[in-house]
């Protein structure tokens, strides 16, 4: 008996939530050995992974046995006693939340983020806090002040962006899950780099109270997990109205689970053209185009379909985004909290430095960007402009989901690439989102499975639905999950 | 050549709601312990999300109702952008092209003739933060931030450039100040800072359709400043452009302890706010249905009230006038009203009787206190009891002036105050004849006046009485019995 838990306790770390969960529910193990067994995991591969910036590991297990103080009183929920990872924008009471970025470096939250108070509140337990592009600004984790994350199937590459680091966590099993944000594709993207699934639930859905903004009109918490079950689980948990938040969603919400089936008879499923774009990875496109063969063999019925303002996603994006976090990221002045410069006893002096030495390149780029965008004399032009661009890309989702119940793309048009090969070209690395940007911009939920390799590197899915369809997408992708085995490969390291 | 003064006002009102504008913080910062009305919302901390206060945004339609104001269906918030470390998220939530209130007007009253001034918006905004400097002489200077003030919400009202003087634009501030406090959406006290006023001012040849180059002038903290600084303003302006010059557009300080305007900053150099819809908060849908219910809520404004108060009190318009001066003195005055005695005197000599002893001998006794009817312990039940006593021949006029007095100082009801104090009308004749009788025989020489025939001798000795009875002999029956007495007494010494 006791070798056989030995046993297990070893390779805990490589459960998947829902196994995780029926394992404590059968007193298989205990939240403090699973939490232990990630701590292990961690200290094993993160000298090499590099995706946390905090490691709470002493929180991680005060935690867990409060987790399994609560199951053995019986008061236990699928996600009590899970260790969980929270991407570092997402505000933990008296964690340090540090954006990645060297203003916040030292900044420890006087309040947690809803999300976060809702997992602790059913027993999530925190392993730590992952890294990312500074300010969820970037799609590789490069732009992290700190240190970039590395890819668990290749570690010369990157681990997507911005979530990179709950990405690469939950692929090295250093995380059973994780939360990431995603603005432009920043939860899909690196789960589809790293090989896991990531859902970036419609605007609204989930509270952002406590996510510290990039920007806010497509800004979105969700899950990453190792399957789709584990995100069902996860959103689950997450999702629901929220009083602070004044722009969360007052719907009624259904048991993300309810339609994970395996059956997909009668859905129609809309191929747009548009995102198969130039510069796409041919192995990208094949083990896309071959998913949606399967998809089909599960009964699907699949037609081609056109989005036709795609091609202004990008730019309507680079407005929209920029504006808001020029706005956004006012508020870091060095007066009141975050790093200060103080070695002036000029006040405006003061300000400014703290926002030169503060900020990395890619923030103030993109601070710079958005109020060139909002200045007076160019507003119309650019900012006005892209909200109504912003309106035409909703309509034509809107066209598009009367003929079909969800569309299929890809999720990246390349694979994970090597750490360094498009910092020096913003564009190249603005270039990666195209597929990701505009289901942003029209508020709708997407989520990414992996579906296959290219170049020995994992290629993901994505699946893109109408407004509150997150049942429906994790319907397709879990039915699509049962037919194939690429979930289950898992990096070497 | 003769010039037009041209002068447009922009008025911020800060609104009496229980909480701020976007948060849940107590909006009562005045005299809480500096930072202690703080939350994440409105430090700016981030991650923090606004929440719309809907009593501030129905303290608005209100307020755009009372001015005539058209209320859009459809309104928004937008980020207007400036860095300032008063400013904690380096944005203000205001409102920028869709303001929930717009294209009213105020009637101002200047010397009896009518003038209707233009409101072109109100709209709904936060405060920011109160900055304290301390300067250098104690070392480097330096400033605090108190973040309580940050998020209160703060109304602009916006008016068109229809104001053609100094008095003028008094004139509307003080009508504007009065619908303030009769809507009851803000305390409205100028010195406290919850109603502030920028002006804009220009001048331009008498008879032209364009408007000259304007200065907008800050910092006038009373009615008095507000007039003082435009004066000044619009003089200083006329000199310039009398010698040739050029007015350059610009913010200008007004410096009360010198009684100038001085350049802040050149508009030259301007902000660019950048304005954009706040992401943050959806736009807000304003459902006719309520702005109809808040119509309904209105309350009567002065000028009504005045009008009411003269038509169904008959009071005088002297009176009136003081009566509707704030909504408190007039709620006061028909409070006590109500409560008229079905027994005592009819309605219009009752609203005489309070409007004498409210502008008489209670206002005396608040403006020695420096205190305003709301401070009052004297409440309109008291002061109607009072009234009774009198009418009931309890107390005399000098008495109940006492009374008065005391009930002001000790909140005490006046029947308690007469009972424990012994003051009481004496109505019984026989003390009043002794006190008479003793009067008379004190003073031979009055008495003998009033035999000589000087008929005011006998005012003397009643006042003598009332001084042996210690004011509380019923004035009627003391003349009744020094009458009678003298006559007696002259009678007996025959008629000359």
Redesign the interface.
Same mark, same amino acid.
């Given at each position: 008996m006791d070798e056989l838990q030995g046993q297990r306790r070893d390779e805990l770390w490589e459960l998947t939530l829902d196994q995780a969960r029926a394992g404590l529910e059968r007193r298989a193990f205990s939240s403090v050995e699973l939490t232990q067994s990630c701590l292990e995991r961690i200290q094993q591969v993160e000298d090499r992974v590099k995706s946390f910036v905090t490691v709470t590991g002493e929180i991680a297990l005060e935690q867990a046995a409060k987790a399994d103080r609560a199951r053995a009183a019986g008061a236990a929920g699928p996600l009590t006693g899970i260790p969980m990872q929270l991407k570092d924008l997402i505000c933990t009471r008296d964690i340090r939340t540090t954006c990645s970025s060297r203003m916040l470096e030292n900044y420890v939250p006087v309040y947690s983020a809803t999300v976060a108070e809702k997992l602790f509140d059913q027993g999530a337990v925190l392993l730590g806090k992952g890294n990312m592009d500074e300010f969820a600004m970037g799609s590789s984790c490069e732009n992290s002040a700190f240190f970039p994350t590395h890819n668990p199937w290749d570690l010369q590459r990157v681990p997507g962006g911005s979530s990179g680091g709950a990405a690469a966590a939950v692929a090295a099993g250093e995380a059973v899950f994780a939360l990431g944000s995603d603005t432009g594709g920043s939860i899909r993207q690196p789960a589809s780099l790293c090989g896991v699934v990531g859902l970036k639930p419609t605007y609204g859905l989930v509270s952002r109270y406590g996510l510290i903004a990039f920007a806010s009109s497509l800004d979105q918490i969700g899950p990453v997990g190792k399957d789709v079950t584990d995100c069902a689980l996860v959103l689950n948990a997450i999702a629901g109205y929220d009083a602070k938040d004044s722009t969360s969603l007052p719907e009624g919400l259904p048991d993300f689970t309810r339609g994970l089936t395996g059956k997909l008879d009668g859905l129609r499923l809309g191929l747009p053209e548009e995102y198969f774009v130039a510069g796409m990875q041919p192995g990208v496109r094949e083990a896309t185009l071959k998913a949606v063969e399967t998809l089909e063999g599960l009964g699907a019925a699949v037609e081609p379909v056109s989005l036709p303002t795609t091609e202004y996603a990008l730019a309507c994006y680079y407005i929209i985004a920029p504006s808001e976090c020029s706005a956004n990221l006012a508020r870091y002045d060095g007066v009141k909290f975050g790093y200060s410069y103080q070695d002036t006893p000029d006040m405006w002096e003061a300000m400014e430095s703290t926002r030169q030495y503060g900020f990395g390149p890619e923030v103030k780029r993109r601070i710079m960007l958005g109020t060139y965008a909002l200045s007076s004399g160019y507003y119309d032009a650019y900012y006005r402009q892209a909200q109504q661009v912003r309106t035409l890309i909703r309509q034509d989702f809107a066209r598009v989901f009367e003929k079909v119940d969800a569309l299929v793309t890809p999720t990246s048009p390349v694979v994970a690439f090597p750490l360094g090969e498009k910092t020096a070209d913003p564009v190249q690395m603005y270039l990666i989102d195209v597929c990701t940007l505009p289901i942003n911009i029209a508020g709708l939920p997407a989520l990414s499975v992996p579906c296959g390799f290219a170049e020995g590197l994992p290629v993901g899915m994505q699946l893109i639905g109408p407004h509150l369809s997150e049942e429906r997408l994790l319907s397709i992708a879990y039915a699509y999950e049962q037919a194939t085995e690429w979930h289950k490969a898992k990096p070497k390291l | 050549m003769q010039y037009e003064t041209v002068i447009g006002l922009e008025v911020h009102v800060q609104l009496q709601t229980r909480s701020k504008m976007f948060c849940g913080c107590p909006a009562d910062y005045q005299n809480a312990p500096a930072n202690s009305r703080v939350c $994440?919302v409105c #430090?700016?901390? $981030?991650?923090? #999300?606004?929440?719309?206060n809907r009593k501030a945004v129905e303290y608005t339609i209100m307020t755009g109702l009372a001015l005539g104001c058209r209320i859009p269906g459809y309104s928004k918030f937008d980020?207007k952008?400036y860095?300032y470390?008063d400013l904690?998220?380096?944005?203000q939530v205001s409102q920028y092209d869709l303001p929930l209130a717009e294209e009213g007007a105020l009637e101002i009253d200047l010397d009896g003739a009518a003038k209707s001034v233009g409101v072109m918006r109100v709209h709904l905004e936060e405060d920011a933060a109160k900055l304290q400097h301390f300067p250098e002489a104690a070392g480097?200077a330096y400033?605090l931030?108190d973040v309580n003030r940050a998020g209160v919400p703060l109304m602009e009202v916006v008016s068109a450039p229809d104001l053609r003087s100094p008095e003028e634009a008094r004139a509307y501030l003080v009508t504007l100040h009065s619908i303030m406090q009769y809507l009851g959406v803000s305390s409205a006290n100028m010195q406290d800072g919850n109603f502030r006023c920028d002006a804009n001012v220009s001048l331009r040849p008498a008879g032209s359709a364009e408007f000259g180059t304007r200065t907008e002038v800050k910092n006038m903290n009373s009615f008095r400043a507000v007039y003082l600084a435009l004066n000044y303003e619009v003089e200083r302006q006329q000199r310039i452009l009398e010698d040739g010059g050029r007015i350059v557009q610009e913010t200008r300080g007004w410096v009360e302890e010198r009684g100038v305007t001085v350049s802040q900053r050149s508009k030259e150099h301007a902000h660019?706010y950048?304005?954009?819809p706040e992401?943050?908060?959806?736009p807000l849908a304003v459902a006719a249905g309520w702005v109809e219910e808040i119509r309904r809520r209105l309350p009567e404004l002065a000028d009504r009230r005045k009008a009411r108060f003269i038509e169904e009190y008959g009071l005088p318009r002297y009176d009136a006038d003081l009566l509707t001066g704030t909504r408190a003195m007039a709620d006061y005055f028909e409070a006590a009203l109500a409560l008229r005695p079905p027994a005592g005197p009819d309605t219009k000599t009752f609203a005489k009787n309070v409007s004498n002893w409210m502008l008489g001998d209670l206002s005396r006794l608040m403006n020695l206190e420096n205190r305003d009817i709301t401070e009052v312990r004297v409440t309109p039940a008291h002061l109607v009891e009072l009234l009774a006593l009198i009418d009931a021949g309890t107390l005399s006029g000098t008495i109940a002036k006492t009374v008065l007095e005391e009930a002001f100082t000790s909140g005490a009801e006046p029947a308690k105050i007469v009972r424990e104090k012994g003051y009481s009308q004496i109505n019984d004749s026989s003390v009043v004849e002794a006190a008479v009788a003793q009067a008379l025989a004190d003073n031979p020489q009055a008495v003998a006046d009033y035999v000589k025939g000087k008929e005011t001798a006998a005012r003397f000795l009643v006042g003598q009485v009332m001084k042996l009875t210690r004011g509380q002999a019923k004035p009627e029956l003391a003349l009744e019995l020094v009458q009678a007495g003298l006559v007696a007494i002259r009678d007996a010494e025959g008629t000359p």
């Open positions: - | $994440p #430090l700016g901390l $981030p991650g923090a #999300l606004p929440v719309i980020r952008n860095p470390p904690m998220k380096g944005y480097d400033s931030v660019d950048r304005y954009f992401p943050d908060l959806p």
